[in-house]
T-cell receptor
Framework: GIQVEQSPPDLILQEGANSTLRCNFSDSVNNLQWFHQNPWGQLINLFYIPSGTKQNGRLSATTVATERYSLLYISSSQTTDSGVYFCAVEADYKLSFGAGTTVTVRA | NAGVTQTPKFQVLKTGQSMTLQCAQDMNHNSMYWYRQDPGMGLRLIYYSASEGTTDKGEVPNGYNVSRLNKREFSLRLESAAPSQTSGYFC??????????FGDGTRLSIL
């Protein structure tokens, strides 16, 4: 199956800082999604981004499908951004998840 | 705007007991999925249903069965629960090629 690697595994930020999370994948995919899992365990869709760049408020994402990676940018981080960020890639209608990046934003 | 609804939210079972986790979506999606999440890991696909009337195994299907009851509902059954099945379980749906939308999950503990 497709291998999905996320880096870094853990990230500690001071409130207001910016950060970049990376997702590498091993094969061609139909699409890519970024999720945020909040401290209550809920998985929130952030981006559906098979290619190109999208922005949603303080978050943005870029996928370069030809080079098999995606980046998630968090700007002006807030404590509510804490949680685990997952990248998931789809092939044959099935999602394969990375292990996630745990983000802790300190006030 | 319910989206994907899972029941129950929490459950404790004894080894050997059986249990069915329920999932329903109101977005008229064709495809539905069951995942498990173990501590410190991403989600792994148990079973999926690409359309009403079809089901297929995912990455970790052993010990589970599924039923696609109709277009809205997709249930996951543990026939004889084992401690290794202690996990978080998530149901998702999608309109085929498109974003998957997840329920809030079920926390299952097996003693």
């Amino acid at each position: 199956g497709i291998q999905v690697e996320q880096s870094p595994p853990d990230l500690i930020l001071q409130e207001g800082a910016n950060s970049t999370l990376r997702c590498n994948f091993s094969d061609s995919v139909n699409n890519l999604q970024w999720f945020h899992q909040n401290p209550w365990g809920q998985l929130i869709n952030l981006f559906y981004i098979p290619s190109g760049t999208k922005q949603n408020g303080r978050l943005s994402a870029t996928t370069v499908a030809t080079e098999r990676y995606s980046l998630l940018y968090i700007s002006s981080s807030q404590t509510t951004d804490s949680g685990v960020y997952f990248c998931a890639v789809e092939a044959d209608y099935k999602l394969s998840f990375g292990a996630g990046t745990t983000v802790t934003v300190r006030a | 705007n319910a989206g994907v609804t899972q029941t129950p939210k929490f459950q404790v079972l004894k080894t050997g007991q059986s249990m069915t986790l329920q999932c329903a979506q109101d977005m008229n999606h064709n495809s539905m999925y069951w995942y498990r999440q173990d501590p410190g890991m991403g989600l792994r696909l148990i079973y999926y249903s690409a359309s009403e009337g079809t089901t297929d195994k995912g990455e970790v299907p052993n010990g589970y069965n599924v039923s696609r009851l109709n277009k809205r509902e997709f249930s996951l059954r543990l026939e004889s629960a084992a401690p290794s099945q202690t996990s978080g379980y998530f149901c998702a749906s999608s309109g085929g090629i498109g974003a998957q939308h997840f329920g809030d999950g079920t926390r299952l503990s097996i003693l």
